[in-house]
């Protein structure tokens, strides 16, 4: 089931219509809203265990990149939830899609030592392969006001082991070009915490391209 969801989701094959969305069930749209949720790690699993009062040896790592099918499951699973209107409904994913052109929602968690994550860990975004060139790569910006949007908190329960910090990240490089072109097939995360440093990848999404390419 999670497989031909991902298809359809990556073909636009399932959330075709504008309110296709207020449709699904609860199911659906649960996996919908997790097929974007992905595990790794920041630093290596060798490193050295020094117990340290300041940081962590590595941190678990999981980002779920908040894209527009991402966001309708997720405001369709509120309204199952809290029982709310069409319109309301709407109006949720209308508050999560003005907060910026694309937002990923990053939980992090440091194995031993402190545990506490550094105020200046940092994160961009970009195509697979352009790690080595700085201008096909943008920075995201930490911002923790995105915390009291509903249709942006993700479908899975909360884990209250991880700390949990929303990025909102440009579809445009600095030169204005499209952060993603049409030869480009997968998206990397890179996460920064300390001298650590982790990525996950996943394939672009149909969404994402029609915001870059309308």
């Known amino acids: 089931m999670r497989h031909v969801l991902m298809f359809l989701l990556l073909t636009g094959g399932l959330l075709g219509a504008e309110d296709d969305y207020l449709k699904l069930t609860a199911k659906q749209a649960a ?3 997790n097929a974007q949720r992905i595990g790794g790690q920041v630093g290596g699993s060798l490193d050295l265990r020094v117990i340290s009062t300041d940081r962590s040896y590595n941190y678990k790592l999981r980002a779920t990149w908040m894209t527009p099918d991402v966001i309708r499951a997720v405001a369709r699973l509120q309204q199952i939830t809290h029982g709310l209107s069409d319109a309301d409904t709407r109006k949720l ?7 910026g052109d694309t937002v ?12 506490v994550i550094p105020s200046d860990w940092r994160a961009k975004l970009g195509p697979v392969g352009a790690g ?16 009291g949007i509903p249709a942006l908190a993700g479908a899975a329960r909360r884990d209250y082991a ?3 910090f929303w990025m ?11 952060l993603f072109g049409p030869a480009d097939r997968e998206a990397e995360l890179t996460v920064q915490v300390f001298d650590k440093v982790g990525r996950v ?3 672009i999404p149909s969404s994402i391209r029609d915001q870059i390419h309308p």
């Not at 994913?93 to 907060?99: I, K, M, Q, S, T």
Request: charge should be positive.
């Open 31 to 33: 996996a919908i809203a």
């Open 93 to 99: 994913v209308a508050d999560a899609e003005r907060a």
């Open 104 to 115: 990923l929602m990053i939980e992090l968690h440091g194995r031993e030592g402190s545990g």
């Open 132 to 147: 080595a060139e700085p201008a096909r790569n943008v920075w995201g910006r930490n911002s923790p006001n995105l915390r």
């Open 162 to 164: 991880y700390d949990v």
């Open 168 to 178: 909102i990240f440009p579809l445009r490089t600095e030169a204005g070009a499209p």
């Open 201 to 203: 990848r996943w394939r």
